[in-house]
C-alpha cells in the first residue's frame, strides 16, 4: 500500500519568514495530493490540494509543488503569521473521493511573533 | 452547504465496553470514511462506506465495524473497547469522482 514520509516533525519560524514542508510518497499509482491544516481540538481542514497532472498551484500565500518522477511534494507558506500555527498533514490518494487518504505523521508549525 | 458534523464530541468508556460514534456527511456527498488520529500521529484509515456497503477497510480489526445509511450518514461502532482505542476519531465525507475530502471536528474517545 501507500507510504507517506512527511518532514520535518516541528518547524519554528519567525513571523513573515517562509516555511516549507515536504513528503514524499511511495506509491506511483497516486494522483491527488492534499495538504491539511489541524488546529488543536479540531479536525483537518483543507488548504490546498494538487493532482498529478500539475506541477505547482498557488493561492494567495499558499503554494504547493508536486515532483512525479522523485514522488515527493512540498507546501510553501510565505509571510508566515502567527494564525498560521499549527499541525499541517500532506496525504495521497489514487482515487480522490472513493480511496482512501494516506496521512504523513505531520508537521508542527509554531510562528513566533 | 453544511460540514461534517460528529457526535458525541467527547466520550469516556471502561474497557471492554461497546461505543458507537455518530457522523453526518456533508450535503451532496455520498462516502464516508472513518479514521482514527492518535495523539501526535496522523490519522490511520479504518473503512470506507459506499452505497451503504463497506468498500475498504485498513489494519483494524473486525471488532471496529460500521454502517452507512440512505441519507449517507454513518456510524462506527467498537466492542470490546481497549485502552489503546482511546484516541480522536474522524469522519470524512465526499463526493465519488470529485476532488476532496471534508473532515468532522472528531470524536474524542478515552478508554479507562
Known amino acids: 500500500g501507500e507510504n507517506v514520509e512527511q518532514h520535518p516533525s516541528t518547524l519554528s519560524v519567525q513571523e513573515g519568514d517562509s516555511a516549507v514542508i515536504k513528503c514524499t510518497y511511495s506509491?506511483?499509482?497516486?494522483?491527488?495530493f492534499p495538504w491539511y491544516k489541524q488546529e488543536l481540538g479540531k479536525g483537518p481542514q483543507l488548504i490546498i490540494d494538487?493532482?498529478?497532472?500539475?506541477g505547482e498551484k498557488k493561492d494567495q500565500r499558499i503554494a504547493v509543488t508536486l515532483n512525479k518522477t522523485a514522488k515527493h511534494f512540498s507546501l510553501h507558506i510565505t509571510e508566515t503569521q502567527p494564525e498560521d500555527s499549527a499541525v499541517y498533514f500532506c496525504?495521497?490518494?489514487?482515487?480522490?473521493?472513493?480511496?482512501?487518504?494516506?496521512f504523513g505523521k505531520g508537521t508542527m508549525l509554531l510562528v513566533s511573533p | 452547504e453544511t460540514g461534517v458534523t460528529q457526535s458525541p464530541t467527547h466520550l469516556i468508556k471502561t474497557r471492554g465496553q461497546q461505543v458507537t460514534l455518530r457522523c453526518s456527511s456533508q450535503?451532496?456527498?455520498?462516502?464516508v470514511s472513518w479514521y482514527q488520529q492518535a495523539l501526535g500521529q496522523g490519522p490511520q484509515f479504518i473503512f470506507q462506506y459506499y452505497r451503504e456497503e463497506e468498500n475498504g477497510r485498513g489494519n483494524f480489526p473486525p471488532r471496529f465495524s460500521g454502517l452507512q445509511f440512505p441519507n449517507y450518514s454513518s456510524e462506527l461502532n467498537v466492542n470490546a473497547l481497549e485502552l489503546d482505542d482511546s484516541a480522536l476519531y474522524l469522519c470524512?465525507?465526499?463526493?465519488?469522482?470529485?476532488?476532496?475530502?471534508?473532515f468532522g471536528s472528531g470524536t474524542r474517545l478515552t478508554v479507562v
Open positions: 494538487i493532482r498529478s497532472n500539475v
Open positions: 506509491d506511483s499509482a497516486s494522483n491527488y
Open positions: 450535503s451532496g456527498h455520498n462516502t
Open positions: 496525504a495521497a490518494t489514487m482515487n480522490s473521493g472513493y480511496s482512501t487518504l494516506t
Open positions: 470524512a465525507s465526499s463526493l465519488v469522482g470529485q476532488d476532496g475530502y471534508t
